[in-house]
């Protein structure tokens, strides 16, 4: 059963607005991850928050963590043009045998 | 993509041929992973590798096997494609387990 999923499926933004793509999942997990895919190209690892964070930034990149509500958000600020892309959310469980990929956000920003 | 290599790149084959795929890395890596992409799937794992020998099954590992005789190599065989199968396969790294994976560049499969 997939375990991360996204919302929205689809977003498309102007140039210089920020993206908000959110995250649920159902069971406990020991950590987050964020991916990045160009069409036509491989995932590219954004950033990982622990079951034990709330918040990490990364350059124009926030990610906070709800344990309680099985839920994470990605903030990419002041967006751009380069950012268009699908954005993966993938849960790992302590065990670290199930690392499991949402279906993904597509983002559109629009120049 | 640094690092990692998959061969081929695009395939197209026939129903109920043999097709192995390869993934080579240059990171000596422990962990590697091979998993498909489908649209509205996102991605979901074939099988996995913890080192040289030590393989273990994923989600959706049926009609599939995999060999990694060396840390750089992890092979991923359909044994009789079916056009089910059909689909981007991606290789991934990973130094710990539970953490970063790097992906491979992928390998566009069509099975007529």
């Known amino acids: 059963s997939q375990q991360g999923e996204e919302d929205p499926q689809a977003l498309s933004i102007q140039e210089g607005e920020n993206a908000t793509m959110n995250c649920s999942y159902k069971?406990?997990?020991?950590?987050l991850q964020w991916y990045r895919q160009n069409s036509g190209r491989g995932l590219v690892h954004l950033i990982l928050?622990?079951?034990?964070?709330r918040e990490k930034h990364s350059g124009r990149l926030r990610v906070t963590l709800d344990t309680s509500k099985k839920s994470s958000s990605l903030l990419i600020t002041a967006s751009r043009a380069a950012d268009t892309a699908s954005y993966f959310c993938?849960?790992?469980?302590?065990?670290?045998?199930?690392?499991?990929f949402g279906p993904g956000t597509r983002l559109s920003v629009l120049p | 993509d640094a690092g990692i290599t998959q061969s081929p790149r695009h395939k197209v084959t026939e129903t109920g041929t043999p097709v192995t795929l390869r993934c080579h890395q240059t990171?000596?890596?422990?962990?590697m992973y091979w998993y498909r992409q489908d649209p509205g799937h996102g991605l979901r794992l074939i099988h996995y590798?913890?080192?040289?020998?030590?393989?273990d099954k994923g989600e959706v590992s049926d009609g599939y096997s995999v060999s990694r005789s060396k840390t750089e190599d992890f092979l991923l065989t359909l044994e009789s494609a079916t056009s089910s199968q059909t689909s981007v396969y991606f290789c991934?790294?990973?130094?710990?387990?539970?953490?970063?994976?790097?992906f491979g560049p992928g390998t566009r499969l069509l099975v007529l």
């Open positions: 928050i622990r079951s034990n964070e």
């Open positions: 993938a849960t790992v469980d302590f065990d670290g045998q199930n690392f499991v």
């Open positions: 069971t406990s997990i020991n950590n």
């Open positions: 590798s913890y080192g040289v020998k030590d393989t």
């Open positions: 990171e000596n890596h422990r962990y």
């Open positions: 991934a790294i990973s130094e710990v387990k539970r953490e970063t994976q790097y």
